[in-house]
C-alpha cells in the first residue's frame, strides 16, 4: 500500500512558466512534509518542508502548499528555470516515529 | 555544518561476495540514520533505520543487514550479495533544525552485482 503518491511520473514546463508538482498522501499520522530534488547518480538534495500546522510555506522560487484535509500537498516552482530539471520526491513523516516515506517521484523536465 | 559522507560512490562485487557500505555524519549528536535503496519505478525505499547506537529497524525482509557501531556511524552490510541487491543505495540522518525537521542524504553508491 503507497502511502505517498506522485501519480505524474513526469512533467514538461516551458523556461520561465511555474511547475506544480503534486503529491498525495493517505496516512492521517503524517505532520511533515519535505521536498527533494535528485540528478542522476547523486544524493536527493533537500529543498523544502512544511509542517502540518500550517498550509504554506515559501522559500524563493519555491513554494510548498498543504491542503491536510485532501490530503494532499503541491511544489511550486515559479519561474522554472533548465537547471531545475531534476527528479522531484515528496516525502511525509510521523515526527513520532522520525521514518519518511516517499513517493515514486516526478521527473520535471524545463525546456529553454 | 553537519555533513553525511557515505563510501564508496560505486562498486561492482560478484555474486556471493560480501558487501560493506559506510555512512558517517558530522555536526550532530544522535541523529536519526537511514539507508534507501533507489529501484526503477519504486522511487526511495527505507531498508533500515537507527534512533540510536545499536538500535536497528528493519523495513523490508532482505538479504542485507545494518548496524551503528558509532552514534554517527551506519553499515549496511551483506554476508552473500545477490544479484537482486544491485541498486543506488542512499545514507541518510534526519535532525532538528531551525526551520523544523529536515533530512539529508549522502551521495550515494552505486552497487552492481555482478
Known amino acids: 500500500d503507497q502511502q505517498v503518491k506522485q501519480n505524474s511520473p513526469s512533467l514538461s514546463v516551458q523556461e520561465g512558466r511555474i511547475s506544480i508538482l503534486n503529491c498525495d498522501y493517505t496516512?492521517?499520522?503524517?505532520?511533515?512534509f519535505l521536498w527533494y530534488k535528485k540528478y542522476p547518480a547523486e544524493g536527493p538534495t533537500f529543498l523544502i518542508s512544511?509542517?502540518?500546522?500550517?498550509d504554506k510555506n515559501e522559500d524563493g522560487r519555491f513554494t510548498v502548499f498543504l491542503n491536510k484535509s485532501a490530503k494532499h500537498l503541491s511544489l511550486h516552482i515559479v519561474p522554472s528555470q533548465p537547471g531545475d530539471s531534476a527528479v522531484y520526491f515528496c516525502?511525509?513523516?510521523?515526527?513520532?516515529?522520525?521514518?519518511?516515506?516517499f513517493g515514486k517521484g516526478t521527473m520535471l523536465l524545463v525546456s529553454p | 555544518s553537519q555533513t553525511i559522507h557515505q563510501w564508496p560512490a560505486t562498486l561492482v562485487q560478484p555474486v556471493g561476495s560480501p558487501l560493506s557500505l559506510e555512512c558517517t555524519v558530522e555536526?550532530?549528536?544522535?541523529?536519526?540514520l537511514y539507508w534507501y535503496r533507489q529501484a526503477a519505478g519504486r522511487g526511495l525505499q527505507l531498508l533500515f533505520y537507527s534512533v540510536g547506537i545499536g538500535q536497528i529497524s528493519s523495513e523490508v525482509p532482505q538479504n542485507l543487514s545494518a548496524s551503528r557501531p558509532q552514534d554517527r556511524q551506519f553499515i549496511l552490510s551483506s554476508k552473500k550479495l545477490l544479484l537482486s541487491d544491485s541498486g543506488f543505495y542512499l545514507c541518510?540522518?534526519?535532525?532538528?533544525?531551525?526551520?523544523?525537521?529536515?533530512?539529508?542524504f549522502g551521495q550515494g553508491t552505486r552497487l552492481t552485482v555482478v
Open positions: 496516512n492521517s499520522m503524517f505532520d511533515y
Open positions: 512544511i509542517s502540518s500546522i500550517k
Open positions: 555536526g550532530t549528536s544522535n541523529p536519526n
Open positions: 516525502a511525509a513523516m510521523n515526527s513520532g516515529y522520525s521514518t519518511l516515506t
Open positions: 541518510a540522518w534526519s535532525g532538528v533544525a531551525p526551520g523544523g525537521t529536515e533530512a539529508f
